[in-house]
């Protein structure tokens, strides 16, 4: 079973950075890709970006160019920098990896105040 950790969530204005992290531990077989989701009052959770274990990254269009998603494979952690936030951010954003199966983290509120 492997247990995901997010944190680095908050509050924030318009313009701003945010740093989100997602520790993974107790997993038994190698992490593949992880990534980063997200999910708005009323609306379906989307993907913001992934990376894969050799470091190749996808992001969505709302996303490029203002966030960035990393990982240290030795500490089985990923990241999401997000820099020039805008209030349609606001959302919760959870973390999630594939090791043999898909695990999801708890989630970890972001909100941008305009």
């Known amino acids: 079973q492997v247990q995901l950790v997010e944190s680095g969530g908050g509050l924030v204005q318009a313009g701003g950075s945010l740093r989100l992290s997602c520790a993974a531990s107790g997993n038994r077989f190698s992490i593949n890709t992880m990534a980063w989701y997200r999910q708005a009052p009323g609306k379906q959770r989307e993907l913001v970006a992934d990376?894969?274990?050799?470091?190749?990254?996808n992001y969505a269009d709302s996303v490029k160019g203002r966030f960035t998603i990393s990982r240290d494979n030795a500490k089985n952690t990923v990241y999401l920098q997000m820099n020039s936030l805008k209030p349609e951010d606001t959302a919760v954003y959870y973390c999630r990896v594939v090791a043999a199966f898909l695990y999801w983290g708890q989630g970890t509120q972001v909100t941008v105040s305009s």
């Open positions: 990376i894969t274990r050799g470091g190749s990254t």
